[in-house]
């Protein structure tokens, strides 16, 4: 059985979606379904806590890129807790890094330290 989990919470002026376990095809409809729920409700900025998941595939990036176009591909959306492997992807599909693209933070902490400095 796979292990997959997903949280709403409010850090202003983000909501984070904070995702536990394996995000794969498996559960991507699940991972949509609490994604667009919450981009419904017109957050001011989206974070995407990935510091607790441990596997990441093309539908769960995805996903994520989705919000990111949707959004306007500006600073409304970042993610935050990325490991080495998902960011070395994130880095390749050029989603971050060479032309900019969605902020990195590497946890929460520092990204309500940066937004609110």
């Not at 960011?87 to 330290?113: K, P, W």
Request: aromatic share 8%.
């Amino acid at each position: 059985m796979q292990y997959f989990r997903v949280s709403i919470e409010d850090h202003p002026p983000f909501t984070v979606v904070k995702v536990w376990g394996e995000l794969d095809i498996a559960v991507e409809a699940e991972f949509r379904k609490h994604v667009e729920e919450t981009v419904e409700q017109d957050p001011a900025r989206l974070l995407f806590d990935l510091s607790e998941l441990r596997l990441m595939d093309s539908s769960g990036v995805r996903v994520i890129l989705d919000v990111y176009r949707r959004l306007g591909m500006g600073d409304r959306v970042a993610v935050c807790g990325l490991s080495p492997r998902i960011e070395r992807s994130f880095y390749l599909l050029g989603i971050t890094g060479r032309m900019g693209g969605m902020t990195i933070y590497s946890t929460l902490e520092n990204a309500l330290t940066a937004v609110r400095s």
